[in-house]
């Protein structure tokens, strides 16, 4: 708390406040959480970028933004600097590099010894924007912002999901990815420990859950076929007894990949369906995983899904539609794209072209 105080203090010293943009590009550390939870409190956004970016990509994601300060690591040290004569607002006193200084650069820590009052002015403007890679295109900046109630969609996706006080959360998604974050955070409501990874390595990543006694940990379902891929008797030699649940969303996950996981992990899969722009909308736990192969599961209470043709009439069970979303966190909608945004909207419902339907056993 003192800490993200003392980034608040630190910003508004620097002109930062109500409604201000910060870029946040790192890798996996505790200093995102505290940054994201700085900007809220300022009634300011986070934007979260990939530390990946190529200086193309960093350009335009901090010019589209507006962004009025960044955080970046010793590690992008050079995408920055060859980045900065082409930003059009940023200017280089409010680039903080965090970790390992580098020349010509504030340091996170000094944000930290500013003198003078906290700024706590969360409120309607609090946000995060979060930059979605779709098919075509540019990215565009999804903005969820963080109304009072939204705090009840965020416990009913507790309610519906095995989370619990003494866990231990391994993160080791990127933070800049919806998925890593809102894990992390529904662990923190609960009062559980998190345990960051700044990279996937699929040893490290079943070494730290044997290390640190893992009960729950979030993947896509990619990584987890990496861990797959070494087989079920390299797997056996790390201690998972302890794991509880892998909780996976970001991408569709296949009926043999979840079979051989439970087969060997036991049944602690929970598939989630959602995307940036809508939250999490639906969780399949493992009996409907085996039962209903490749399913998303069943709707998290909260959340209305229906199911479109290409007319906007809802189709009938079993047959296939566009998924349109309605729940508590769905974001306000795309930073400065307002076509975007309506065409992604019908009737107060959100899509971003998923097609789905519903079997036999009421799953999607």
């Known amino acids: ?178 998925t890593a974050y809102a894990f992390t955070s529904f662990s923190h409501v609960v009062g559980a420990t998190v345990v960051i990874l700044d990279h996937f390595d699929p040893d490290a990543f079943l070494s730290a859950v044997q290390e640190h006694r893992v009960t729950q940990t979030a993947l896509v379902p990619t990584l987890l076929h990496r861990v797959m891929q070494l087989g079920a008797e390299r797997i056996w030699r790390y201690d998972t007894g302890t794991l509880r649940a892998i909780l996976l969303a970001g991408a569709p996950l296949g009926a043999e990949l979840a079979r051989s996981a439970m087969d060997v992990f036991g049944d602690v899969l929970y598939n989630y369906y959602g995307a940036t722009e809508t939250g999490l909308n639906t969780v399949a736990g493992p009996h409907d995983l085996r039962a209903s192969p490749g399913t998303i599961g069943r709707l998290i209470p909260g959340t209305d899904l229906r199911l479109l043709d290409d007319e906007g009439r809802e189709v009938r069970d079993g047959e296939v539609g566009e998924l349109f979303v309605r729940g508590p966190l769905m974001v306000e909608g795309y930073h400065n794209d307002d076509v975007s945004t309506r065409a992604s909207q019908r009737d107060g419902f959100f899509s971003v072209e998923d097609l789905g339907w519903v079997d036999g056993r009421g799953c999607y």
């Open 1 to 178: 708390d003192e800490q993200i105080d003392g980034i608040g203090r630190g910003l508004c010293a620097r002109g930062l406040g109500r409604g201000s943009r910060a870029v946040i590009m790192l890798e996996n550390c505790p200093e995102m959480i505290a940054l994201q939870a700085a900007m809220s409190r300022m009634g300011a956004a986070g934007v979260t970028i990939s530390y990946r970016s190529t200086v193309a990509e960093l350009t335009y994601l901090v010019n589209h933004s507006g962004a009025d300060a960044m955080f970046f690591s010793a590690a992008t040290e050079s995408v920055v600097r060859e980045a900065l004569s082409s930003f059009d607002r940023l200017r280089a006193d409010r680039l903080f590099c965090v970790g390992d200084g580098v020349d010509g650069f504030a340091g996170y820590e000094d944000l930290l010894r500013e003198p003078g009052s906290a700024a706590q002015e969360e409120g309607d403007d609090a946000a995060v924007i979060i930059y979605t890679s779709g098919t075509t295109g540019k990215p565009k900046g999804a903005v969820r912002k963080f109304p009072r109630d939204a705090m009840e969609g965020t416990l009913q996706i507790i309610a519906s999901s095995p989370l619990r006080t003494d866990d231990v959360h391994l993160a080791v998604l990127p933070f800049y990815h919806s």
